[in-house]
């Protein structure tokens, strides 16, 4: 059986993800993007926050494989870490968090183009699984969900 490469659709999804929260960030009010939220309460800017802390921590997983080397330890994303990381960023301005997701995106679309397909492929990064026509191909922060002629990623 062969297979389609993976990598022309994981950059399509990641295009389709930006294109989609750039949609979602453009209906903000400059009040909505201004607000702090609270632990229990996210605001935009919490989102965003937390968008950037996973994709960072893709980031460095993915560098990890291109110097081919072990990929550090995944920091388990709870509450506590939430909140460490809702603390510290909390007061920075949008579009200080903007441009670094802005950044960020680009980082990641630089490295999944630089990736093989067996980079993509190779375990532990691709955990292939079959249950009837569904498989899942996942890196660490990234999941693509695929059916024949339907694909979604999940960041």
Request: proline share 6%.
């Amino acid at each position: 059986m062969t297979t389609a490469p993976i990598k022309p659709i994981i950059l399509d999804l990641l295009r389709a993800g930006h294109d989609n929260e750039a949609a979602w960030e453009e209906k903000l009010t400059e009040a909505e993007r201004e607000a702090i939220g609270t632990p229990r309460l996210w605001s935009a800017r919490d989102h965003l926050v937390h968008r950037n802390f996973g994709r960072q921590n893709l980031i460095q997983v993915l560098r990890a494989i291109l110097q081919q080397q072990e990929a550090p330890p995944r920091e388990k994303i709870n509450d506590e870490v939430n909140g460490a990381v809702f603390a510290e960023q909390r007061l920075r301005p949008w579009s200080e968090l903007h441009a670094e997701s802005e950044q960020i995106y680009a980082d990641l679309i630089t490295l999944i183009e630089q990736l093989s397909e067996d980079d993509l492929m190779d375990t532990p990064l691709h955990r292939r699984c079959s249950c009837g026509e569904t498989h899942v191909c996942r890196l660490p922060g990234l999941l693509v969900r695929a059916r024949p002629g339907a694909y979604r990623a999940v960041l």
